[in-house]
């Protein structure tokens, strides 16, 4: 699969008659090691030309020939030989000279990370670097890249140079700590090299507060000193820099994340990268920006799925931020009010840190928690009786409501009531869910097909599947018998917006999840529209339960919380714990008498008894003993081999003759289990499944899978794989 002119590669595949000889007196520095974002080798030997000798070394970056392109890449190592033949080697093309110099503990990162992931180094370490910095350069552009982004740096930085100085706003001195804070502080500044601490703390307990005394006092001990904090959602990027930059106004704040134009990316890369930013906020892709003064890290809301990488190498920015640390030999501060089952046993058996913020800053009650038992089913607007008459109050007191529902549309599925038809989706195993569509949005698209002619009035629904992105217009008649009698099932935010409205004819109605999320700065535009009391009624998904201080919030009304208590997945009742107390502690953080009332069918399940008592560490012991009886993570470790193909039987071959080739020496803590399809068995147009493999100690399972999968990249087979190690869905 090497491109034409690729020339590779795993020195162990190549034959030693191809060795170039080593002649006494061989320059060491005669062929560069080059990591390259191509999942083929470890690295690319390439010739240094005489121009370069004694120039390139390890860290440095090069544009080199690849095929009848260009690539940049990474010098890993120089070396006196390469076991590639005379006539396979090229030269490298250029240096380039004005990037910054790669911290030794950065490329050990990414070291550690290609060895744990079981991937090659340039798949790790290529895709976390801004697109603008490794492209190739033109031949005709003027200057580089790094040139470029260096300008942009200068205006980001000092805007204050070029117009005349805006009278600052004087900062807001910081709150004197509660005496909980100080505790906590004091723990922290204790440390000295290396340490992770868990700051366990319930929502609004001031656990930010404590993040930037922290990091205040690591900038001010040292002027060379670099922080970098790690949130775990775009959407929590604004209302973070914009607290530290209240806090630091001499410090230019990185932000960091893949919503961001390719230029200002590139700019705050390079800042981090040179120092010139001592505070660095991102989220997950930022754990491996080059940070050469890495002093101190945070991972906020360390629990969330979200810091684990969903594409390309599988990585988990929280396991990372923790290598990171050992590696630089910093402290690691990871907070939550829900701490991950992981780092919650880590806690427990004093391998972290446990330090701990059991009431709110505030000093305010947290908001009373209230079930609410459903029997039958409930109308549009989804609230039970009780939610009703809480949310007229609520409003009537001029105070803000959420209702929380985690899911996005109009309905999940369209029916067909004569002969139940229901709105599947041809390419995946999933149904396409009923979206409203916003008509002056249907006209921009049909005027951006070029579909001006059409006469049609807009549609105000369409069939969209969440899986795979295939839209279709809403058919008129069942496709099945004709009938007309067609309609949605169930309830999305949409449908539940659209009821509230009409039950609350006063309120002024919001909506936020990522349908709204879409269009750049709609989902600010909201979230600030909240802030300044400009909306009574919010509805949203997920996205509105993370971070956000909102003041006047006095009710949050859990639509539906039992997806969650009887799933496949056995990590559901950990996120579903998680997601409901993150909803719940919107409410009230400024104000006594909050409520918060969760709608569910189980209202005997015993996670409530733990929500309602608000006692996670019962929950999380809890939790922890029924994984360590039913032998799953922390206890044991996993990896998930998966396989797709256009057949299931592809997809499940392959896995089987996997299966075959699973070495016969493994010891017995590893163990191998049979393919079986995927929960969601196919997805655009393919079908998909699993295999698990177990182990009780990590480095046993390590030293297999590397074994493994050399054997694996020799089984023929139409279907693609790809190994995932600490798999988070199962
Ligand atoms: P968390 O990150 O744990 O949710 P925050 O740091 O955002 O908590 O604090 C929650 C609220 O309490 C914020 O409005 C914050 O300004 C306030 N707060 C934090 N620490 C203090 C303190 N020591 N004194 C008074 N208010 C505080
Ligand atoms: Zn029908
Ligand atoms: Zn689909």
Partial sequence: MARPGAHAVNPAMQPTSERVDTRPGARA????????????????????????????GAGNWVVVPWGRQRRVGLVIALAATSTLSEDKLRDVSALISDAPASPPSWLALARFAAGYYHRHLGEVLLPAVPKLLRTPPSPRARGSAFERARHRVDALIAPAASSPPAPAPAPAPPPPLTSAQATVLRELEAADGFRVHLLHGVTGSGKTEVYLRWINGLLAVDPNAQVLMLVPEIALTPQLAQRVRARFADEPVAVLHSGLAEGERAAWWLAAAERRARIVIGTRLAVLTPMPGLAGIVVDEEHDPSFKQQEGVHYSARDLAVMAGQLNDVPVLLGS????????????????AMLSLPHRASGVEPPRLHL????????????????????????????????????????????????????????CAAYRVL???????????????????????????RLICHHCAAEQAVPRACPECGS???????????????????????????????????????????LDAVHAGEVDLLVGTQMLAKGHDFQRLALVVVVDADSGLYAADFRAPERLFATLTQVAGRAGRAMAGARVIVQTRYPDHPLFASLLAHDFPGFADRLLEERQEAGLPPFRHQALLRAEAVSIEDAIGFLAQAHAVFPADAPA???????????????????????????????????????????????????RWQLEVDPIEI
């Fill in 337 to 352: 009010a829900t701490p991950s089952a992981e780092t919650w046993l880590a806690a427990r058996r004093g391998r972290y």
């Fill in 669 to 719: 803590q590893v163990q191998c289990f049979d393919p079986v399809p995927m929960p969601l068995a196919r997805v655009a147009g393919k079908s998909r499944a699993q295999l698990l493999v177990e182990s009780t100690a990590r480095p046993a399972l390590h030293r297999v899978l590397d074994a493994w999968l050399e054997a694996l990249d020799a089984i023929p087979s139409r279907a």
């Fill in 484 to 526: 007309i009698d067609l309609g949605p099932l169930g309830r999305g935010t949409q449908r539940l917006e659209e009821a509230l409205v009409a039950a609350f004819p006063e309120a002024r109605v919001a909506r936020l999840d990522r349908d709204v999320a879409r269009r750049r700065g709609a989902a600010q535009q909201v």
């Fill in 29 to 56: 520095d005669r062929f560069a090691q080059v990591a390259l974002d191509v999942p083929i080798a470890p690295w690319f030997d390439y010739r240094v030309p005489a121009s370069l000798a004694g120039v390139i």
């Fill in 435 to 461: 979206h409203r569509v916003d008509p002056l949005a249907e006209l921009l698209r049909r005027a951006a097909r070029g579909d001006q002619a059409s006469t049609r009035r807009p549609t105000r629904y």
């Fill in 372 to 427: 609410v038992p459903l029997h039958q089913r409930a109308p549009d607007h989804g609230l039970s009786e009780p939610a009703l008459t809480a949310a007229r109050e609520t409003l009537a007191r001029g105070e803000q409501v959420l209702v929380f529902l985690n899911r996005r549309g109009f309905a999940p599925v369209l029916a067909c009531a004569s002969c139940g038809w229901l709105s599947r989706c041809e390419h």
